[in-house]
């Protein structure tokens, strides 16, 4: 395989994982380091990388905290969603909760 399929192939990668939000069960598992980005296992505390105190936060809660997400099965969801794609429950009053707290 050449090293322009593989760029190729890593960037659809990307553009999926991106597409799809990893997924709440891949996230619980990964934390990202706030000072090179780097991924490592939720369980680690120091990041790979470059050594660094790694944060508390789940990649996952980071997301979650930053985007809507279902309340009762946690499902992120667009903001622009009114019901969890998952489990039909109603989000339109937690958008409205984080419209309230205002935005970044
Ligand atoms: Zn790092
Ligand atoms: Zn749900």
């Known amino acids: 395989m050449t ?3 593989l760029e190729h192939l890593d960037r659809v990668r990307q553009e999926s994982m991106d597409f799809y939000g ?3 069960r891949a996230m619980r598992r990964l934390k990202v380091c706030a000072h ?3 991924m490592s296992p939720s369980c680690e505390w120091f990041c790979r990388q470059c050594g660094k105190r ?3 936060d789940t990649l996952f ?3 979650k905290s930053r985007h809507k997400s279902c ?3 946690e499902t992120v969801v667009a903001a622009s969603y009114h019901y969890c794609p998952q489990c ?3 989000l339109e009053r937690l958008g ?3 419209a309230e707290g205002g935005e970044e």
């Open 3 to 5: 090293a322009e399929r």
């Open 71 to 73: 309340p009762t099965c």
């Open 54 to 56: 790694l944060p508390r």
């Open 61 to 63: 809660q980071l997301y």
């Open 22 to 24: 990893f997924g709440p």
């Open 96 to 98: 409205e909760a984080l």
């Open 88 to 90: 039909g429950t109603v």
């Open 36 to 38: 090179c980005g780097a």
